[in-house]
């Protein structure tokens, strides 16, 4: 699996430092039970548990869960990590106060599915953030998949999210660098919606 041989090393390909994204908007977030989508390596899981939210995580690779569990041990926090694919992984309804997505490239398909248990998952009031590399993001090449259908736009989120009222979508230009993977000039989708 490809995740896997990518965590596998020591290295932290990411980094060991939240998404700029979710720091900047942490003031705006619901405290409680956070849920982690496609975690990776634990920086994101890590740092909200620093910040005092309830936080669990999922992702498919084994290796980035226990490199997450290592992180949250070397903080002091805890973080209830799990593997788990989000082709087939169920969001509870009416139990996260707040869920996040940084950099969760999957299928339409399967992103469609997943915004869909997205909505039905965040109680009153919860919220949902997400950061993901939009279909220009592939002329920069400073990271991200290789297949642009994997990359949401504003206008497809808009529509995958029908029934939150956004707080902000938008799609910009900015420097990322986290790790070594995902370093330099890069076209996102930043996205704040809010359960109503």
Known sequence: MMWNERFGSAEYVYGFEPNDFLR???M???????LSLAEGEGR???WLGTQGFDVWSVDSSSAGVAKTLKLAESRGVTVHATVGDLADHVIEPATWDVIVSIF??????IRRRIHQQVVKGLRRGGVY?????????????TGGPKDPSLMP???LLADELSGLQFDRLEEVTREVVE???HTGQASVVQLIARAL
């Open 24 to 26: 900047e908007q942490a």
């Open 28 to 34: 705006a977030l619901p405290r409680g039970k956070v």
């Open 44 to 46: 994101n899981a890590v």
């Open 104 to 109: 969760a490239h999957t299928p339409p398909l």
């Open 129 to 141: 953030l997400l950061e993901a590399y939009t279909p220009a993001q592939i002329a920069f090449g």
């Open 153 to 155: 736009t504003a206008e």
């Open 179 to 181: 790790g070594s993977l």
